[in-house]
């Protein structure tokens, strides 16, 4: 049985038990502990502590599943062992408070004897040691020899966390047979020869802090079968790396770099392995939406794309092969997963872009490893300055680094890595404080005894409140406006005023959850705890905020629309002049792409349909098909926003009532903030009105200028710029006149047939030429001159005829460091740049040396 046809046949058998087919869930959980989806069980894990209603009794799910950040990390076992995966697929059967373990045994024995027809005599079963209901199903129920039962103690005990939900679990073993090892079953015989291939979890119990344990009121069951562990066993195969699927890729792998796997040795399979599941661990990540970069999802990404080219480049594969083992991917689980195949190109150039970037550094960080390698023997440490460098400045994931250096037994200082890691930090983070707006241990007393604070901004721009609190700082009231900063939006300003004094308030922020506080910019006469205050905020200035607030989520729809469904909302920041959107891309933002999305965006505006900001529960909310944020936490009631039929999103902030009322929408920036995220500056309303107005006032006055009306301003600058490029080169021309002129002069200065000679106020170019021209004199074999440019920065130039005994690049080889430069050696003609003007004369004096005429 194949792979596709083992996933067909698990998910129909549990269709036909009443089991609710559910696609695969995304490799990005909703679970904010966990970095990637590490089994079948992740996506349903609200149903099982409660926090959800499931909307069914049975599933079946065959779960896209990663390995490989955070304590679930089989990363570097891969390739060295015959079962472990980056990305591997958990078949699995659930049940929320239906049926329990009599049933969950019975299909699981009834799936793998009579569906996939293996043999019951090779079978074992494993129990917890204190679950003896479990013994008698499997032994009276399913008919399982008492012989052929054992018990086990923490592997066959499950738990969800310290607390809540746990239970006992009991797993099926097949017997690969006596030339794996010795017998006595999962519990005593060898762990090659006992394959555990589904374990049946039953959820039974509550764990409370004291550590006891009560029933749950609706016991539950949560299944996992291994695909890739069970079609081994199906195809008769030794490890995983021999099924159908991952034996292709092998041979993919295998076409791609050269290497033929009937003659390769142990290393040489190992790093075809990496390339194959590597391969697949990538393009379902890319395909999910995660992006290489250099935090959380996308660094572990980016290691697992960097090993597998490092793995490449150990084959000797000069040329990138990644983008080949995608294709490869998608030809063999295509079928099984329809995004891999509508997402092809974009997950092909995503890691095609990655693999080139990191071959661009591969070989000198290699170079650098293996030169500092060379000094130190088994059981030496490599320095964690070192460590940092490749990371810092070659693309060296440390955990790469760990892998080379550990094949050659040297460990790596990781607490200098981390000491370094931290300094950089430090560094990029000097001169930004964060100053605390209140103590907010002593306001959190606050939303005990009064309540959370009531927002009204929404349909009031002046409310009646009562002051709760007062210090040099804040104020806090009961009731009010103004908006706390969140999701982006910067926080109103405006005033607070009572019968004995007024405020003016610079800022408005939540010091803890629940509680608006209101920073005070200046205050006038006394405001006191208890007082009947009017809260007023600065109505134009929201109104501004609203109009790029909601044009942020029409340009996300735009940008969406334009450049691609993966692009996701990174962050924003939404104040009274401005917006700026942060989001996932790999490229710059072509010209006509900002323009097309300015035209869908202003085309919006113009038809003007009305906005809906209303409050729903999160289900319903997902029903509309509103987009939610990875990494936001949201409640059972949520705030959304239909900006227009286009864009429907979640979003507490504040809106305008339709889409005419932000006005024009001008992108002014576009720009990378970091690996694969951009970011875009726009201005709505009046500001887009004062930009063009700043700009129309420029472009009249460079007209002025060219003495050209405005709409000529294009070939008045062409013109002046043809002048200027005309007057550099016959400045050009002169220089090169007046440098070869001087050239029998210093002809003139040979010792035994060789010049080495300052000369200033030239070019790059001028100098070159110079040199060439001193060496093309009948007394003179080699020349070197230096020279402090006009443009800033120094030169060297080497020049040696054919029959010279020197070679230009060795002449200036120490020169060209003491001047704080480099440059590429040659043999007849050699040009060297650098930043240290004063050190020139002492690197013409080392270049006399290595030419013997000091």
């Known amino acids: 049985m194949k792979a596709n046809e083992l996933r067909r ?33 992740v996506p349903f894990k609200t149903y099982f502590t409660g926090e959800e209603a499931a909307p069914f009794a049975r599933a079946v799910t065959i779960q896209k599943c990663v390995r490989a950040g955070g304590k679930h990390n089989d990363l570097d076992e891969i390739g060295r062992t015959k079962r472990h995966l980056t990305f591997f697929e958990m078949m699995g059967n659930f049940s929320f408070g239906d049926y329990f373990k009599s049933e969950a045994c019975a299909w699981a024995w009834e799936f793998v004897t009579e569906t996939l027809e293996l043999d019951p005599e090779r079978l074992w079963v494993t129990v917890h040691v204190s679950d003896d209901e479990a013994e008698a199903i499997w032994r009276d129920e399913v008919g399982v020899p008492a012989a052929r039962i054992q018990r086990l103690d923490e592997d066959n005990y499950w738990k969800m966390g310290d607390l809540g939900p746990c239970g006992p679990c009991s797993e099926i073993f097949w017997d690969k047979g006596p030339e794996y090892g010795v017998d006595g079953g999962p519990e005593h015989g060898d762990e090659e020869r006992y394959i555990e291939i589904w374990n049946l979890v039953f959820m039974q119990f509550d764990q409370h802090e004291d550590g006891s344990k009560t029933p749950l009121p609706k016991p539950s069951i949560d299944t996992g079968m291994g695909l890739e562990r069970t079609v081994s066993v199906l195809q008769g195969v030794d490890s995983v790396w021999d099924t159908d699927e991952l034996d292709t890729l092998q041979q993919a792998a295998a076409g791609l770099t050269g290497l033929d796997p009937t003659t390769a040795d142990a290393d040489q399979l190992v790093s075809l392995r990496i390339l194959a599941d590597h391969a697949r661990s990538t393009a379902m990540l890319v395909s999910d939406g995660v992006f290489p970069s250099n935090e959380a999802r996308g660094y572990v990404l980016r290691r697992i794309l960097r090993r597998a080219v490092r793995h490449a480049y150990i084959l000797g594969v000069d040329t990138p092969v990644m983008g080949g083992m995608v294709d490869a991917v998608v030809e063999v689980m295509g079928d099984d997963y329809p995004d891999l195949l509508a997402n092809h190109d974009f ?55 760990q892998e080379i250096t550990a094949e050659r037994g040297v460990d790596v200082d990781v607490d200098a890595f981390a000491v370094a890691m931290a300094d950089q930090q430090k560094r990029a983070k000097e001169g ?30 002046t409310t009646r409140a009562r002051v709760l609190h007062v210090d040099d700082e804040v104020i806090v009231l009961d009731r009010t406006p103004f908006y706390a900063e969140s999701g982006g939006q910067v926080g109103d300003t405006g005033t607070i005023r009572t019968e004995t004094g007024e405020a003016r308030i610079g800022d408005t922020r939540s010091a803890v959850p629940g509680l608006t506080v209101h920073v005070i910019e200046s205050i006038s006469g006394t405001i006191e705890v208890d007082q009947e205050a009017t809260a007023t905020i600065d109505d134009e200035r929201r109104a501004a905020i609203r109009r790029n607030h909601t044009a942020t989520h029409l340009l996300h729809w735009a940008l969406r629309t334009v450049v691609g469904d993966h692009v996701k909302q990174q962050g924003s920041w939404v104040g009274p002049d401005r917006l700026r959107f942060d989001f996932s891309h790999y490229e710059a933002v072509t010209p006509a792409q900002i323009a097309e999305v300015e035209d869908l965006v202003n085309a919006e505006v113009l038809r003007n349909p009305a906005c809906r900001h209303f409050e729903t529960t999160m289900d319903e909310a997902q029903k509309l098909g509103a987009i939610a944020f990875f990494g936001d936490k949201y409640g059972d009631i949520v705030r959304v926003l239909e900006a227009g039929p286009n864009s429907i999103e979640l979003c507490g902030g504040t809106h305008v009532r339709a889409l005419g009322d932000i006005g024009t929408i001008k992108i002014v920036s576009e720009g990378s903030i970091g690996s694969n995220i951009r970011r875009i500056e726009a ?10 107005r700043r700009i129309d006032e420029t472009a009249t006055a460079a007209a002025r200028a060219l003495s050209v009306q405005p709409d000529e301003l294009g070939d008045g600058i062409n013109r002046l710029q043809a002048e200027a490029k005309a007057l550099r080169s016959e400045l050009v021309a002169l220089k090169q006149q007046l440098a070869v002129g001087q050239a029998p002069a210093l002809a003139a200065q040979a010792i035994d047939g060789v010049v080495v000679a300052r000369v200033d106020g030239l070019d790059r170019n001028g100098l070159r030429d110079l040199a060439v021209s001193v060496r093309d004199h009948e007394s003179v074999h080699a020349v070197v001159l230096g020279a402090e440019l006009d443009g800033g920065g120094v030169a060297l130039v080497a020049a040696v005829t054919p029959q010279s005994p020197h070679k230009a690049g060795a002449l200036i080889e120490d020169a060209k460091q003491t001047i704080g430069g480099g440059g590429r050696p040659a043999d007849d003609l050699a040009v060297a740049g650098g930043k240290d003007a004063a050190a020139l004369d002492d690197a013409l004096d080392q270049a006399r040396a290595a030419a013997g005429i000091s």
Request: glycine letters at 8%; zero cysteines.
């Open 9 to 41: 046949a698990f998910t129909d058998f549990f269709v036909e038990k009443a089991h609710v087919h559910q696609p695969s869930a995304s490799l990005i959980p909703h679970d904010p502990t966990l970095l990637f989806t590490v089994a079948g069980m």
């Open 347 to 401: 997950i092909r150039d995503v890691i095609d872009r990655e693999e080139l970037r990191f071959r661009e550094t591969l070989r000198t960080g290699q170079a650098i490893l293996d030169e500092e390698l060379a000094s130190l023997g088994e059981g030496d440490v490599l320095s964690g300055d070192t460590a940092f460098l490749l990371h810092d400045t070659y693309g060296f994931p440390l955990e790469v680094t």
């Open 432 to 461: 930004r404080k964060v100053a605390a707006v209140a103590d907010a241990a002593g306001l959190a007393g606050l939303v005990e005894t009064q309540g959370e604070t009531v927002f009204t901004g929404r349909a009031e721009v």
């Open 683 to 692: 201005v709505t309303g009046l500001a887009t009105v004062e930009l063009m």
